[in-house]
């Protein structure tokens, strides 16, 4: 039997969609960068470089999502307000796959992080 679809289905949920996770974190509070791929590792178990998780980033930024600022020399990642709705959205898709094609769920609550 293959591994591959299963690895795909992984990869596309993690390291392929990392917003979910940076801006889990980032409503926790601000952080640098390196603290953000420190903790996607630690708490979420993905295995992401630190380049990759500034990649992903930098593409947030230029969408909008968080906005940087400086603390000493060092740049910071917060959220910007309108993320968290578009967050919530995300989340709500997948509890509705999760419902609809796995037949289980699970209820995170509507419109509230």
Same mark, same amino acid.
Do not use: H
């Given at each position: 039997?293959?591994?591959?679809?299963?690895? %795909?289905?992984?990869?596309?949920?993690?390291?392929? @969609?990392?917003?979910? /996770? &940076? !801006?889990?974190?980032? +409503? $926790? *509070?601000?952080?640098?960068?390196?603290?953000?791929?420190?903790?996607? %590792?630690?708490?979420?178990?993905?295995?992401?470089? @630190?380049?990759?998780? /500034? &990649? !992903?980033?930098?593409? +947030? $930024? *230029?969408?909008?999502?968080?906005?940087?600022?400086?603390?000493?020399?060092?740049?910071?990642?917060?959220?910007?307000?309108?993320?968290?709705?578009?967050?919530?959205?995300?989340?709500?898709?997948?509890?509705?796959?999760?419902?609809?094609?796995?037949?289980?769920?699970?209820n995170c609550g509507s419109g509230k992080a």
């Open positions: 039997m293959s591994q591959k679809a299963l690895d %795909r289905l992984i990869t596309k949920l993690t390291k392929e @969609n990392l917003w979910i /996770y &940076v !801006v889990k974190l980032l +409503m $926790e *509070r601000p952080m640098y960068g390196y603290e953000i791929a420190r903790e996607i %590792r630690e708490r979420f178990n993905i295995n992401i470089t @630190n380049v990759g998780v /500034y &990649v !992903v980033l930098y593409k +947030m $930024e *230029r969408d909008g999502l968080v906005e940087t600022f400086m603390s000493g020399e060092s740049k910071m990642y917060r959220l910007r307000p309108e993320t968290v709705e578009l967050w919530l959205r995300a989340r709500d898709f997948i509890s509705s796959v999760l419902k609809e094609v796995f037949s289980c769920g699970v």
